[in-house]
C-alpha cells in the first residue's frame, strides 16, 4: 500500500497504475478493503491494471460492480439495510460501472480469455469459485462422512 499511497501524492486524472497480486500477504478483511480503495480510485479518475489470484478480490470487485448498477438512491438504501442487518457494507462512493471493466483470465493452457460478461456487467463467477465450490462440496462431504460414521 505503500506503493499506492506513492502514486495518489503524485498522480493525475487519468494517470494508469499496473498492480500485480495487489493481496500479497494481505487478510482477505485487507484485501475486500484494497477492493474497495481501487473502486475508489476509479471513482476519482485514475485507470488501475490489476494482476490476481485472489477469490475475495475478484468476489468483492462483482459485488462493486452489483453496487454500480443500482441508482445512487438504491445505494444508500442497499447500504442501510445491510447495516439493519448487521452486514459490512462498503463506502457509497466504492462502487464500479461495468464500461469501467474488463477482465480476463491467462489459462494454464496459454490461452488468454476475456471473463467478462458485458451483457450482465458482471466479472465470470467461474473464474475462482469453481475451485472454492469444489473446496466447500469435498469439506461438506468430508463432515457428512464423519456423521454417518458416528451414527453406525
Known amino acids: 500500500?505503500?506503493?499506492?499511497?506513492?502514486?495518489?501524492?503524485?498522480?493525475?486524472?487519468?494517470?494508469?497504475?499496473?498492480?500485480?497480486?495487489?493481496?500479497?500477504n494481505a487478510h482477505?478483511?485487507?484485501q475486500v478493503k484494497l477492493a474497495e480503495l481501487f473502486a475508489w480510485m476509479i471513482r476519482q479518475g485514475y485507470?488501475?491494471?490489476?494482476?490476481?489470484?485472489?477469490?475475495y478480490l475478484v468476489d468483492h470487485l462483482c459485488t462493486l460492480l452489483e453496487f454500480g448498477s443500482l441508482t445512487e438512491?438504491?445505494?444508500?438504501?442497499a447500504?442501510?439495510?445491510?447495516e439493519k442487518r448487521g452486514v459490512v457494507t462498503p463506502p457509497v462512493d466504492t462502487y464500479l460501472y461495468s464500461d469501467e471493466v474488463a477482465a480476463y483470465e491467462?489459462?494454464?493452457?496459454?490461452?488468454?480469455?476475456?471473463?467478462?460478461?458485458?451483457?450482465?456487467g458482471r466479472i465470470g463467477w467461474?473464474?475462482?469459485?469453481?475451485?472454492?465450490?469444489?473446496?466447500?462440496r469435498f469439506f461438506d462431504t468430508l463432515l457428512?462422512?464423519?456423521e454417518e460414521a458416528r451414527r453406525a
Do not use: Q, Y
Not at 438512491?73 to 438504501?77: I, L, N
Open 1 to 24: 500500500t505503500l506503493g499506492i499511497a506513492a502514486f495518489l501524492e503524485n498522480a493525475k486524472r487519468g494517470d494508469i497504475l499496473l498492480i500485480d497480486e495487489p493481496e500479497m
Open 28 to 30: 482477505p478483511a485487507s
Open 47 to 55: 485507470r488501475l491494471v490489476l494482476a490476481t489470484h485472489s477469490p
Open 73 to 77: 438512491e438504491r445505494r444508500r438504501a
Open 79 to 82: 447500504i442501510e439495510l445491510a
Open 106 to 120: 491467462f489459462g494454464a493452457d496459454g490461452i488468454v480469455r476475456d471473463v467478462f460478461n458485458r451483457a450482465k
Open 126 to 136: 467461474k473464474t475462482f469459485t469453481t475451485v472454492s465450490d469444489n473446496e466447500g
Open 144 to 146: 457428512d462422512i464423519d
